[in-house]
């Protein structure tokens, strides 16, 4: 699936800001055999901040901007051409869980997407003794890796209930799990907390969302999302496989990943410092418009 991907997102300030910096997470990423970048830019408006573009640890592309002079509105505006390539056939060659850690130590890696990044506690991810006796009780013994991820995606859709009110960013994971509510964000974590305590290393996934209006009802422009979803490591043969326990399914080309990490703290889209006395308000839009191919 070929896709434009048009983003802004941004902040309007109750007074002028004197400065700020702002690291920013929102050019998606290129992933062999899965995702391709034909053309990305990324535009910071006011036109007078400063800018250095690297990547992160895990391989995220990432943008610092500072701006010195007061404003009292700042956006970041994404025009990106993405092409999401079909997932290849899920072929479930993957151990038991109780065998997953002999796989783990065979990996003779500590790259970005080795397993061992992903599978201790992380800053928003500690471990929790009701959320290990739950997804235990999911686990049923003759379970592969892959069948217990498939499980633990559909218990947490069917037993979490999706409330924007309920949550914040900030909201701990043991706090949406004991109240079974939250958003994309919290379903994630809540997933990669049960994944780990199993010993089922799991990464957060942050990206954008290709939605479907109601039947009948034109598409609104700005409607698509940003998203969160989970990626599991399913031993040497299955590997990577993600999940999106929100919508209970296995990732499509639906989705176009932007970025992973341990949780939300590593793939934070926009993260800032400002020299503010007044309030802020966030703004956002995302389109996801299907191309059709010459």
Same mark, same amino acid.
């Given at each position: 699936m070929l896709y434009d991907v048009r983003m802004t997102i941004g902040y309007a300030y109750g007074g002028p800001v004197s400065g700020g910096r702002h690291l920013l997470r929102l050019v998606p990423a290129a992933i062999p055999g899965r995702q391709r970048i034909i053309a990305a830019g990324l535009?910071?408006?006011?036109?007078?901040?400063?800018?250095? !573009?690297?990547?992160?640890?895990?391989?995220?592309?990432?943008?610092?901007?500072?701006?010195?002079?007061?404003?009292?509105?700042?956006?970041?505006?994404?025009?990106?051409?993405v092409e999401r390539l079909p997932a290849p056939a899920l072929f479930d060659g993957s151990p038991a869980p109780a065998a997953l850690a002999e796989e783990i130590a065979a990996v003779a890696s500590l790259a970005p997407d080795a397993p061992?990044?992903?599978?201790?506690? $992380?800053?928003?991810?500690?471990?929790?003794?009701?959320?290990?006796?739950?997804?235990?009780?999911?686990? /049923?013994?003759?379970?592969?890796?892959?069948?217990t991820v498939t499980a633990i995606n559909a218990a947490i859709h069917d037993g979490m209930r999706y409330d924007p009110s309920a949550t914040t960013v900030d909201t701990p994971m043991a706090e949406a799990f004991a109240a079974r509510h939250g958003v994309c964000q919290d379903? $994630?974590?809540?997933?990669?907390?049960?994944?780990?305590?199993?010993?089922?290393?799991?990464?957060? %996934?942050?990206?954008?969302?290709?939605?479907?209006?109601?039947?009948?009802?034109?598409?609104?422009?700005?409607? !698509?999302?940003?998203?969160?979803?989970?990626?599991?490591?399913?031993?040497?043969?299955?590997?990577?496989?993600?999940?999106?326990?929100?919508?209970?399914? /296995? %990732?499509?080309? !639906?989705?176009?990943?932007?970025?992973?990490?341990?949780?939300?703290?590593?793939?934070a889209p926009v993260r800032g410092v400002l020299r503010i006395a007044g309030s802020q308000h966030l703004h956002q839009s995302v389109d996801l418009i299907p191309v059709t191919k010459p």
């Open positions: 535009e910071v408006r006011p036109g007078e901040a400063a800018r250095s !573009d690297g990547s992160d640890f895990f391989g995220n592309a990432t943008c610092a901007v500072t701006i010195a002079i007061p404003h009292d509105r700042i956006d970041f505006v994404l025009r990106a051409r061992h990044h992903f599978l201790s506690p $992380s800053p928003r991810i500690a471990p929790l003794p009701a959320l290990r006796d739950w997804a235990r009780a999911i686990a /049923v013994r003759g379970m592969t890796t892959l069948e379903f $994630s974590h809540v997933m990669i907390g049960a994944l780990r305590e199993l010993g089922i290393p799991a990464a957060y %996934v942050s990206g954008f969302l290709r939605t479907e209006p109601p039947p009948g009802q034109p598409r609104l422009e700005g409607a !698509d999302a940003m998203h969160a979803w989970v990626s599991a490591w399913c031993g040497a043969e299955a590997g990577w496989v993600d999940f999106d326990p929100t919508n209970r399914l /296995v %990732v499509s080309q !639906d989705h176009v990943t932007v970025a992973r990490g341990r949780d939300y703290s590593d793939v």
